[in-house]
């Protein structure tokens, strides 16, 4: 099992909190989860639970690393692994992964040690419920977005160890992550939170009209599909997007590094999709998957379009399904640029939008092909 410093200094921690404030990529989870995976299998008649906001999230990030690192360790039995629970058994202990938007969990049966993952979108009345139910520790991790409720928990309980990490901390990280998070560097609250695992400045977000829902409604009046192009670096991003009662249902269908045009034609018609608006950027790319049999053109795109967009979709109430966990990262995390002072200007900044801008150009299409607009 190869360790890096944040998992040495979580594991010779031996209060009853223990949190962990970092940048990305510091390998907070992934050292937190090793640890709990040790207890598991040294220790008799444990429980272990790892909780996140919701149950989606919790199966693409933490449950989903955890499964790799069995796998990795030549230690994953599928007999063991409890999918209708979604548990992991190690003789006669175990660890379940739930969502802290289960009230039957965070109310119900106690357990040895607990893992808050991403603790920053999580209720303090959600962690109030968990702790008094939890007897031994509990880990948390978050990213420092902006103070919270961690924050002044800090201020007056002395019965915890804070651990600070970067993505310097983390040994094994891949130079490629590395040169893709110093790139950044000129962004100074995302450096700041990102880079530096320092608290950052709850800046002005772009988009406040949006909550998370169970699903998409079956009757909608329209549903159609937005596309961002990605490669190596940056997802290609594929967005569902239907109109509801006076609101948008948008569901993150896709959102994934090296996709050729090939697999994201392939994509959509496996899933029976039957209208595309794309980013018009990419005209081959278009061409290319329109050759496949699917209907799809180009995104217009014009002088002011961006904030034509945004100002669109700022019109109705955002449903966002819960299992698209990207897009709910991209909308907590799309803000307003600053100026050399430090004011908010009127531009968004290049980041967090690939979901987003598959969401913009189904809506400039559907939405705004009566309304009187001037492209230059």
């Not at 907070?28 to 149950?55: F, G, M, Y």
């Not at 119900?108 to 979108?121: K, Q, T």
């Not at 014009?302 to 819960?322: A, R, T, W």
């Amino acid at each position: 099992m190869e360790t890096t410093n944040v998992f040495d200094k979580n594991l010779q921690a031996d209060t009853r909190l223990i949190i962990n404030q970092g940048g990305t990529s510091s390998s907070k989870t992934w050292s937190i989860l090793q640890i709990l995976l040790l207890h598991a299998i040294k220790r008799d008649n444990l429980v272990i639970s790892v909780v996140s906001e919701t149950l989606p999230h919790i199966k693409r990030g933490a449950m989903r690393d955890f499964k790799i690192m069995l796998q990795n360790e030549g230690v994953y039995d599928e007999s063991n692994h409890d999918r209708t629970n979604n548990a992991f058994y190690f003789g006669t202990s175990f660890i379940e992964f739930f969502g802290a938007d289960s009230e039957d969990k965070v109310r119900g049966p106690r357990r040895d040690i607990l893992f808050l993952n991403e603790c920053n979108n999580i209720k303090q009345s959600t962690f109030d419920q968990l702790e008094v139910r939890t007897k031994e520790r509990i880990f948390l991790d978050y990213n420092p977005v902006h103070e919270f409720w961690v924050h002044e928990l800090m201020s007056y309980r002395d019965d915890y160890t804070y651990i600070h990490s970067t993505y310097r901390d983390n040994d094994l990280l891949d130079e490629r992550i590395i040169k893709s998070i110093e790139q950044r560097k000129h962004v100074e609250n995302w450096w700041r939170v990102y880079g530096k695992g320092e608290v950052g400045q709850l800046e002005g977000v772009v988009f406040n009209n949006w909550q998370q829902v169970d699903g998409f409604p079956d009757n909608c009046k329209w549903v159609i599909h937005g596309l961002d192009f990605g490669y190596t670096n940056d997802p290609t991003a594929l967005i569902k997007l239907g109109y509801y009662d006076g609101a948008l249902y948008i569901d993150e269908m896709l959102y994934l590094t090296g996709l050729t045009n090939s697999e994201i034609g392939n994509f959509i018609k496996n899933h029976d999709i039957s209208q595309v608006i794309a980013d018009s950027a990419e005209p081959k790319s278009i061409e290319e998957i329109y050759r496949q049999g699917v209907n799809i053109r180009g995104a217009e795109k014009g002088k002011d379009s961006i904030m034509y967009g945004i100002n669109l979709l700022q019109e109705y109430p955002m449903l966002i399904i819960k299992r698209s966990t990207n897009l709910i990262k991209e909308l907590r995390n799309y803000s307003w640029q600053t100026d050399k002072e430090g004011k908010t200007i009127n531009k968004p900044i290049d980041m967090y939008n690939h979901g987003l801008d598959g969401i913009r150009y189904a809506a400039m299409y559907q939405l705004g092909r009566k309304q009187q607009f001037v492209w230059a």
